[in-house]
């Protein structure tokens, strides 16, 4: 199993941007997918963003695309999110996630089996 943790998140109003950090341990890092996922009270956990194990592929929800920015430095060990335009819809707790299967690019939650503790970000109107 990866160890994830994640870090940055916080308060902000309506409009402004935040970027969070997933830094990973226990794995060759550069060999798997990796993905951000979110959960708002009372709603399932929901996909957010997926990144390719070199970065050369990436995919969105549709109600982040163009606001959101994916990225990871394998030499870090370390996956990103930049957020701007950020709105109080954004709000929830997000996870970084790793797949169960090495060389295989996925966006589905079901592939998804190691994950962080989570970090809040919240957006105020």
């Known amino acids: 199993q990866v160890q994830l943790v994640e870090s940055g998140g916080g308060l902000v109003q309506a409009g402004g941007s935040l970027r969070l950090s997933c830094a990973a341990s226990?794995?060759?890092?550069?060999?798997?997918?990796m993905g951000w996922f979110r959960q708002a009270p009372g709603k399932e956990r929901e996909f957010v963003a997926a990144?390719?194990?070199?970065?050369?592929?990436?995919d969105y929800a549709d109600s982040v695309k163009g606001r959101f920015t994916i990225s990871r430095d394998n030499g870090k060990n370390t996956l990103y999110m930049k957020m701007k335009s950020l709105k109080p819809e954004d709000t929830a707790v997000y996870y970084c996630?790793?797949?169960?299967?090495?060389?295989?690019?996925?966006?589905?939650?079901?592939?998804?089996?190691?994950w962080g503790q989570g970090t809040q970000v919240t957006v105020s109107s």
């Open positions: 996630a790793a797949p169960r299967r090495s060389y295989y690019y996925t966006s589905e939650k079901v592939d998804f089996d190691s």
């Open positions: 990144i390719s194990g070199i970065g050369s592929r990436t």
């Open positions: 226990g794995r060759t890092f550069s060999r798997y997918a």
